[in-house]
């Protein structure tokens, strides 16, 4: 007896494909503007192809909103990722069981997670442009790592000139964040602080605090909080930005407002 059935190919990804999983893994929402140029490649044609790929084959989801004007689609991980993610050592495999899950985000979660995506951009054409070179970890990075702050920051990273290397602890705060998690979160830097967690397991010079906002009632509260703060503890360094001031002109010095007391 002959056997008919025939059974569907596996799609064999290419190198490009599965970096873009390993991406999404550590950003967990990108748009394809910002898959682009994580890959650096140049034809925006090559890549729609390999998403479009992923999307049917379920490696990836891809969520589009048909609006005025061209917005580029958003994915996230899919079921199939899991298997093919499991294979590498980097990766830690309970963190893969949230694929089931990871569509039903909010969409304030999926913006958090692409503005850090365009925070990392920025720094590396500011690090590219200036030579330095630049070590990123996201809070999927950060997990399991111990003597950070708790909660984790969105993202760690540092900057090495020359020699000279400048450390970072960045948190993203959504728009209309309640007033009580501002207070809350710049408590917890504080304690960290006097505590001596990073200090009594880190030669390192304390990093510096990046909060980013998205609206201007939130940047007055943390000035607030911080200030009032800071009266009791000086040596430790908080700078504010915008999302928009990001958006606009990057990440830099010039855009980073140090908070004093």
Request: glycine content about 2%.
């Amino acid at each position: 007896k002959i056997n008919l059935m025939i059974t569907p190919t596996e799609l064999k990804l290419k190198d490009k494909q599965t970096e873009i999983l390993l991406n999404l893994y550590r950003f967990r929402f990108l748009n394809r503007n910002q898959i682009q140029r994580l890959l650096n490649h140049k034809k925006h044609n090559r890549i729609i192809k390999w998403l479009n790929e992923l999307t049917k084959e379920k490696y990836v989801i891809q969520e589009f909103e048909r609006k005025i004007g061209a917005i580029p689609s958003v994915y996230c991980l899919g079921t199939k990722a899991r298997k093919e993610l499991k294979k590498r050592k980097e990766i830690k495999e309970k963190l893969l069981e949230r694929v089931y899950q990871e569509k039903n985000s909010s969409p304030e979660f999926k913006t958090h997670c692409m503005t850090i995506a365009d925070i990392y951009l920025s720094l590396c054409n500011l690090t590219k442009k200036h030579d330095a070179k630049l070590s990123f970890y996201t809070t999927v990075d950060l997990t399991d790592l111990k003597y950070l702050p708790l909660p984790h920051p969105d993202a760690f990273f540092s900057i090495q000139q020359k020699e000279f290397t400048k450390r970072y602890f960045l948190d993203v705060f959504n728009p209309q964040v309640s007033e009580k998690w501002l207070y809350k979160r710049v408590k917890q830097y504080f304690k960290y602080y006097e505590e001596q967690y990073w200090q009594d397991h880190n030669k390192n010079q304390f990093p510096e605090i990046i909060f980013v906002y998205f609206d201007e009632k939130t940047k007055k509260t943390l000035i607030k909080y911080i200030q009032k703060s800071l009266d009791y503890e000086e040596n430790i360094n908080f700078s504010l930005t915008s999302v928009e001031e990001i958006k606009t002109k990057g990440i830099s010095k010039e855009v980073l407002q140090k908070i004093t007391n």
